[in-house]
């Protein structure tokens, strides 16, 4: 047991990142909820970060947050601020400025690019071999997430690559967690509460009856959810 009252570690958790794309408090407000409507169960009092780089009209930054928070979300960062009055606004707000994913690095010259990248596969996965109980949340970073067990009610997986569950899977189940739209699930027992690659996302109610129990996959095409049966 340490000496010491706290201790400082590194994590990843996956938020969902809101968008804006108007500075109106009204006109946001309402969207929001349209969005919690969809799925309470998944947006409720969730925490969020706010993505302003779309916004190029002044913002009244008091307003807006105020509305986002009546709303029931949880904002925990403000992401994508480039106007300098908006910073000091967001940092007199209490709210850290966040920066996404990494810097994307220079573009290669042309001769550089004559030659070809050689590029190394991402193969690590985790592997879980007992049940996820209700109430339990697992993440698979940078990797696929492999569990051979049940899945329950309320258990949330989240993988950056592929999700694959060899049991009844009742949960959440969220692939390609950082954006990777080639992400697939796999479900031999699919009656998932939220299946969702990339950002794109079902409810129980909309997967088809037709799948429902049975063995499935689910991936994007285009920016659409698809499923067919798992052969």
Sequence with gaps: MSNTPIELKG????????????????????????????????????????????????????????????????????????????KADIERAGLPLLTEGKEKAPRPSPVAAVAAPVVTPVTKTRLIDTPVRSGQRIYAPDCDLIVTSHVSAGA??????????????????????????????????LAAELVSIAGEYWLSDRIPADYYGKAARLRLAGSALTIQPLD
């Excluded at 804006?20 to 969730?46: C, G, S, T, Y």
């Excluded at 694959?164 to 027992?189: N, P, W």
């Design 11 to 86: 994590s990843s958790f996956t938020l969902s990142v809101v968008h804006l794309h108007d500075a109106k408090p009204e006109v946001i407000r309402q969207a929001l909820e349209d969005k919690i409507a969809q799925a309470p169960a998944f947006l409720k009092h969730a925490p969020i970060v706010i993505n302003v780089s779309g916004l190029n009209s002044p913002v009244n930054w008091s307003q807006l947050q105020k509305v986002i928070v009546e709303t029931g979300l949880r904002v925990v960062g403000v992401s994508g601020c480039q106007d300098s009055e908006l």
């Design 156 to 189: 949330e997986l989240i993988a950056d690559g592929n999700i694959h569950v060899y049991g009844m899977m009742r949960g959440r189940a969220l692939a390609g967690a950082s954006g990777a739209q080639d992400a697939q699930i796999f479900c031999t027992h």
